[in-house]
């Protein structure tokens, strides 16, 4: 009796390991290959739910049929203006025949690395295949701004424009999209996006790239350099200018001035020369000794004729004699002229 219990034991328990050797379950985002010894047997399981398979010699391989994610690594490459740049990429994929992924893969790991392989290739090549300018700008159609600092001249050389583009990178990203989905199709995988993460100048084209905009503000600067000394030159000539015409006025409001002063002076002695005689001698003998004082110093010699009005005051003082050599005068004749000698010890 004890042994017939066991050997029931026995198979109740072998049934429970057999049963659950031959049921799996497939989730919402799973799909699965059945393989017997190692090859694929039956089509993929790509509905979710409780599914049976051959306990013992069959295995379930487990696909993801999500959305994956694929992110390169930033690496250099040149452009067709023999510039390089570091180029960041990122895709997204996901599995459309989990038997052919199976048989060409086998996991997500070594699709990674096949996408690296084709992706990095034909980023390189379409890279390679337009200048810098059609991957940094983002579509031909999109216009970019202008210094509000340049002038129309400026403007005309394309100081500060960008240099006019045929595709843009949208266009190269479709590009890259378009061969490397071809390629990537033979291995069960649909390539669903790809796009620029992140470009970036090499080290080797910063200082060139620094460089010019150092020129183009520099440019700027010389312009604004230029005006301002130009303004400076102006401000400068206008100073000279009203400071000349300041002092020209005021000359010629002095001289003005002076004219009125001396007017005045002459009417004035004129109406005193005919208002009082008598002071206007004293006036005329006092303006003569001033005169003499100016005039007459230490052993001065004037030759003055007899009617001259500076002689008259000097009428009494010591007349020189004849002095042996001179020519003998006629006595028919007065002389006009008469020279005074005036001694050491006179004073006017």
């Given at each position: 009796?004890?042994?017939?219990?066991?050997?029931?034991?026995?198979?109740?328990?072998?049934?429970?390991?057999?049963?659950?050797?031959?049921?799996?379950?497939?989730?919402?985002?799973?799909?699965?290959?059945?393989?017997?010894?190692?090859?694929?047997?039956?089509?993929?399981?790509?509905?979710?739910?409780?599914?049976?398979?051959?306990?013992?010699?069959?295995?379930?391989?487990?696909?993801?049929?999500?959305?994956?994610?694929?992110?390169?690594?930033?690496?250099?490459?040149?452009?067709?203006?023999?510039?390089?740049?570091?180029?960041?990429?990122?895709?997204?994929?996901?599995?459309?025949?989990?038997?052919?992924?199976?048989?060409?893969?086998?996991?997500?790991?070594?699709?990674?690395?096949?996408?690296?392989?084709?992706?990095?290739?034909?980023?390189?090549?379409?890279?390679?295949?337009?200048?810098?300018?059609?991957?940094?700008?983002?579509?031909?159609?999109?216009?970019?701004?202008?210094?509000?600092?340049?002038?129309?001249?400026?403007?005309?050389?394309?100081?500060?424009?960008?240099?006019?583009?045929?595709?843009?990178?949208?266009?190269?990203?479709?590009?890259?999209?378009?061969?490397?989905?071809?390629?990537?199709?033979?291995?069960?995988?649909?390539?669903?996006?790809?796009?620029?993460?992140?470009?970036?100048?090499?080290?080797?084209?910063?200082?060139?790239?620094?460089?010019?905009?150092?020129?183009?503000?520099?440019?700027?600067?010389?312009?604004?350099?230029?005006?301002?000394n130009g303004e400076a030159a102006r401000i400068r000539?206008?100073?000279?200018?009203?400071?000349?015409?300041?002092?020209?006025?005021?000359?010629?409001?002095?001289?003005?001035?002076?004219?009125?002063?001396?007017?005045?002076?002459?009417?004035?002695?004129?109406?005193?020369?005919?208002?009082?005689?008598?002071?206007?001698?004293?006036?005329?003998?006092?303006?003569?000794?001033?005169?003499?004082?100016?005039?007459?110093?230490?052993?001065?010699?004037?030759?003055?004729?007899?009617?001259?009005?500076?002689?008259?005051?000097?009428?009494?003082?010591?007349?020189?004699?004849?002095?042996?050599?001179?020519?003998?005068?006629?006595?028919?004749?007065?002389?006009?002229?008469?020279?005074?000698?005036?001694?050491?010890?006179?004073?006017?």
């Amino acid at each position: 009796m004890k042994t017939i219990s066991f050997v029931v034991a026995g198979i109740a328990v072998a049934g429970v390991i057999t049963a659950s050797a031959a049921i799996y379950t497939v989730g919402e985002v799973e799909q699965a290959i059945i393989t017997q010894f190692g090859k694929p047997v039956g089509t993929p399981i790509t509905t979710a739910g409780l599914k049976l398979k051959l306990p013992f010699i069959q295995d379930v391989n487990r696909i993801d049929r999500r959305v994956l994610e694929w992110d390169g690594n930033p690496s250099d490459m040149p452009t067709k203006d023999k510039l390089y740049i570091s180029v960041d990429l990122f895709a997204r994929w996901k599995i459309t025949d989990p038997l052919q992924y199976f048989l060409r893969l086998r996991d997500e790991r070594s699709a990674q690395s096949r996408l690296d392989d084709i992706l990095g290739s034909e980023t390189r090549n379409a890279v390679a295949k337009h200048e810098l300018i059609e991957i940094i700008r983002t579509t031909k159609g999109r216009t970019p701004l202008r210094d509000t600092l340049l002038t129309k001249e400026e403007l005309a050389q394309d100081i500060g424009a960008l240099v006019a583009i045929q595709k843009g990178r949208a266009l190269v990203e479709q590009e890259i999209f378009a061969a490397a989905a071809e390629k990537v199709r033979v291995f069960g995988i649909e390539l669903l996006d790809i796009r620029f993460k992140r470009i970036n100048y090499n080290e080797s084209v910063r200082p060139k790239i620094y460089e010019r905009m150092i020129s183009e503000r520099r440019q700027i600067a010389e312009r604004f350099l230029s005006e301002g000394n130009g303004e400076a030159a102006r401000i400068r000539g206008n100073r000279v200018r009203d400071l000349n015409k300041i002092q020209s006025e005021a000359y010629r409001a002095v001289e003005e001035i002076r004219g009125v002063a001396d007017a005045s002076a002459a009417d004035i002695y004129a109406k005193a020369y005919n208002a009082d005689r008598q002071a206007v001698d004293f006036y005329e003998f006092t303006r003569m000794m001033q005169a003499y004082k100016d005039m007459i110093s230490k052993g001065t010699t004037l030759v003055l004729s007899t009617d001259s009005d500076l002689f008259k005051f000097l009428r009494g003082m010591q007349i020189d004699k004849p002095q042996e050599g001179d020519a003998p005068q006629d006595p028919g004749i007065t002389s006009p002229l008469t020279r005074l000698t005036i001694p050491e010890n006179a004073k006017p």
